[in-house]
């Protein structure tokens, strides 16, 4: 089982984290905000998926942000990733997700592999994406602000590619 570690400024990606958990109740045993995690409960884990929201200008949220140095600690080697973003594609529009390719480089300096990584920009209207790789977003993004309706067939798409991944690694 893995877990799910997140970021947040307002709670609104704590209920995201909560449906993701609630689609992949296979996958995900404890669903906890990354503020005061410790390096060794990731470590322990083989499967992990970690999200947060973008702020201002692609920032990761203040408690994302603070345990990012931590990272340096733990060996993500040999472990699956999988990562979701939130943002306002229309009032954040050229910097819309763009926290997520943060942890994305963090995650991949660290050893550990992206799963779930093609997820399609269709959909959306917004000007720039860091957290577009090769014409995708690298990991579930969801706009909760302008389009909270789509959420759940979101999360649910990803979900199955996620545990496409993960359940073919464990076989």
């Known amino acids: 089982m893995g877990k799910l570690f997140y ?17 992949l109740p296979d ?4 669903v906890k905000n990354i503020y005061g995690v410790k390096p060794e ?3 322990a884990c083989d ?4 999200g947060g929201s973008t702020w201002g200008d692609g920032e990761l ?12 600690s733990i060996d993500l080697t040999g472990k699956k990733v999988a990562l979701f973003a939130l943002g ?29 990584a093609d997820v399609s920009t269709e959909g959306f209207e917004y000007d720039h994406s860091e957290a577009v790789i090769d014409g995708y977003f ?12 789509l959420t759940e067939a979101r999360i649910a798409s990803w979900a ?3 545990r496409l991944a993960v359940r073919g690694a464990l076989v």
């Open 7 to 23: 970021g947040t400024q307002t709670g609104t990606t704590e209920g995201v984290a909560a449906s993701i958990q609630a689609a």
């Open 27 to 30: 996958l995900i045993s404890d």
């Open 41 to 43: 409960d990731i470590q």
């Open 47 to 50: 499967f992990l998926i970690f």
């Open 61 to 72: 949220t203040d408690d994302f942000a603070d345990y990012l140095p931590k990272f340096d």
């Open 88 to 116: 306002d594609q229309y009032g954040y529009s050229y910097n819309f997700v763009s926290a997520m390719k943060i942890v994305y480089d963090k995650v991949i300096e660290r050893g550990g592999e992206i799963v779930a």
């Open 138 to 149: 690298c990991g579930l993004v969801v706009d909760e602000v302008n389009q909270p309706d």
């Open 160 to 162: 199955e590619k996620v």
